[in-house]
C-alpha cells in the first residue's frame, strides 16, 4: 500500500513570503504529526493530529506557523511570513492511535527561504 | 527539560558489531524508539522498549534500562548499507503520549 507522502519535495521561497506544506498520511491512520529536522539538529516536533480532538500546536515555534488537517485525513502545514531560520525539512509521520505505535514518516520538504 | 544524547558520529568496519548508546532525563517516561535515517530519506522504524531488557530482531537489538536512562541499539554483522543516521527518541506519559522527542541521531560510517 501507499506509505505517507508530501509534496512539494522541494521548495525555495523569499524571505517574508508564505509557504504551504502538503501531507498525505496512510488511509486509516488517525495520528498525524508535522517535525521539523534542521541542519545539524534532531528532529523537532511541531504538531499533533488525533481524530477530531483538538490538535497540540506546544511544538510550533511562532503564531507564524499553523496547520490543518481536513477530514481526518490530508494536513497542511502553514508558515507565513517565512525567515531564513524557517529553512529545514519538514517531515510528516502517520500511526495508529496509541503512544506504542510506529510512526510511518513521508519522504520530507525541503524548505529553502532565501 | 527533556535531554536526550548520543554520539555525533561512529565508525565501524563491515562484518563487525557496533554499539550505539543513548542516554536520557526526561520527565514522565513512556517508551523509546529506534529510527534510521539514511541521507536524505525519511527515517524508518527499527524498535521499541518500554520494558527493561533487550528485544532481539534479526540483526538488530536494542537494550532499555529505565532505572538509569539508558539505552543502546546492537548492529551485528555490519553491512556496507548500514551506513546511515540512527536516531534515538523517547515518549513521555505527559502531554500528547505519542509525540517522540528525539535525539540529535548517531552518524554511523561502515568501512571496508
Known amino acids: 500500500g501507499a506509505g505517507v507522502s508530501q509534496s512539494p519535495s522541494n521548495k525555495v521561497t523569499e524571505k517574508g513570503k508564505d509557504v504551504e506544506l502538503r501531507c498525505d498520511p496512510i488511509?486509516?491512520?488517525?495520528?498525524l504529526y508535522w517535525y521539523r529536522q534542521s541542519l545539524g539538529q534532531g528532529l523537532e516536533f511541531l504538531i499533533y493530529f488525533q481524530g477530531n480532538s483538538a490538535p497540540d500546536k506546544s511544538g510550533l515555534p511562532s503564531d507564524r506557523f499553523s496547520a490543518e488537517r481536513t477530514g481526518g485525513s490530508v494536513s497542511t502545514l502553514t508558515i507565513q511570513r517565512t525567515q531564513q531560520e524557517d529553512s529545514a525539512v519538514y517531515l510528516c509521520?502517520?500511526?495508529?492511535?496509541?503512544?506504542?505505535?510506529?510512526?510511518?514518516f513521508g519522504p520530507g520538504t525541503r524548505l529553502t527561504v532565501t | 527539560g527533556q535531554n536526550i544524547d548520543q554520539p555525533t558520529e561512529m565508525t565501524a568496519t563491515e562484518g563487525a558489531i557496533v554499539q550505539i548508546n543513548c542516554t536520557y532525563q526526561t520527565s514522565g517516561f513512556n517508551g523509546l524508539f529506534w529510527y534510521q535515517q539514511h541521507a536524505g530519506e525519511a527515517p524508518t522504524f527499527l524498535s521499541y522498549?518500554?520494558?527493561?531488557g533487550l528485544e532481539e530482531k534479526g540483526r538488530f537489538s536494542s537494550f532499555l534500562s529505565r532505572s538509569k536512562g539508558y539505552s543502546y541499539l546492537l548492529l551485528k554483522e555490519l553491512q556496507m548499507k548500514d551506513s546511515a543516521s540512527y536516531l534515538c527518541?523517547?515518549?513521555?506519559?505527559?502531554?500528547?503520549?505519542?509525540?517522540?522527542?528525539f535525539g540529535t541521531g548517531t552518524r554511523l560510517q561502515v568501512t571496508l
Open positions: 509521520a502517520s500511526s495508529n492511535s496509541g503512544s506504542s505505535y510506529e510512526q510511518y
Open positions: 522498549n518500554v520494558l527493561d
Open positions: 488511509s486509516g491512520h488517525t495520528a
Open positions: 527518541a523517547v515518549t513521555l506519559n505527559t502531554g500528547t503520549a505519542s509525540k517522540l522527542t
